[in-house]
T-cell receptor, first 114, second 112 residues
Framework: ETGVTQSPTHLIKTRGQQVTLRCSSQ?????VSWYQQALGQGPQFIFQ???????GRGNFPPRFSGLQFPNYSSELNVNALELDDSALYLC?????????????FGSGTRLTVV | QQQVKQSPQSLIVQKGGIPIINCAYENTAFDYFPWYQQFPGKGPALLIAIRPDVSEKKEGRFTISFNKSAKQFSLHIMDSQPGDSATYFC???????????FGTGTSLTVIP
């Protein structure tokens, strides 16, 4: 059984650019959630995907968007990058949206915007 | 607005000591309270969790105490070891939004 895999592990982008982060969920998990973790802070909920549809969204602007694919993998897209978008982006998978227990997190993608 | 407040920000204990990390919440629409452990460069890993109808849960050296009336819960680490040195986050799951609200984290250092 594989865990949650995220790619890339690190990347550097310039302000105004666009970025796509990818996540493969743990085997058997059908729900994917994305979180932003700023340095020294707890993770902040961006959104969740279940059955390829957005199933809840946190307080993030529309330039943060996502996709979930039939194999339950997911992408996080961020347009018009700002310096404050620099953070660790965490993907978490779970078995059923809103049910069961906690998440399984990936190791994250460290995004630096310069 | 911080939905879950966590303290202390950092904690240093001797090996064998019992660090205690506290969290408090305001929103009553939470139905699940996990604790996560995070090592540098890694994502958070689920440590132990409790539901609000239970006052205490123990798993190995880790214990959660939950006080529903006070809206507080805490993590106790018995016989702490240097390998427990990490950042610990409490969290609460919303029954409405399928999202977790995390505390700001506690950096624990266990001195050999």
């Amino acid at each position: 059984e594989t865990g949650v895999t995220q790619s890339p592990t690190h990347l550097i982008k310039t302000r105004g650019q666009q970025v796509t982060l990818r996540c493969s969920s743990q085997s058997g998990h059908n729900t994917v959630s994305w979180y932003q973790q700023a340095l020294g802070q707890g993770p902040q909920f961006i959104f969740q995907y279940y059955r390829e549809e957005e199933n809840g969204r946190g307080n993030f602007p529309p330039r943060f968007s996502g996709l979930q694919f039939p194999n339950y993998s997911s992408e996080l897209n961020v347009n018009a990058l700002e310096l404050d978008d620099s953070a660790l982006y965490l993907c978490a998978s779970s078995l059923v949206a809103g049910q069961g227990g906690g998440y399984t997190f990936g190791s994250g993608t460290r995004l630096t915007v310069v | 607005q911080q939905q879950v407040k966590q303290s202390p920000q950092s904690l240093i204990v001797q090996k064998g000591g019992i660090p205690i990390i506290n969290c408090a919440y305001e929103n009553t629409a939470f139905d699940y309270f996990p604790w996560y452990q995070q090592f540098p460069g890694k994502g958070p890993a689920l440590l132990i969790a409790i539901r609000p109808d239970v006052s205490e849960k123990k798993e190995g050296r880790f214990t959660i105490s939950f006080n529903k009336s006070a809206k507080q819960f805490s993590l106790h680490i018995m016989d702490s070891q240097p390998g427990d040195s990490a950042t610990y986050f409490c969290a609460a799951r919303s029954t409405t939004g399928n999202q977790f609200y995390f505390g700001t984290g506690t950096s624990l250092t266990v001195i050999p």
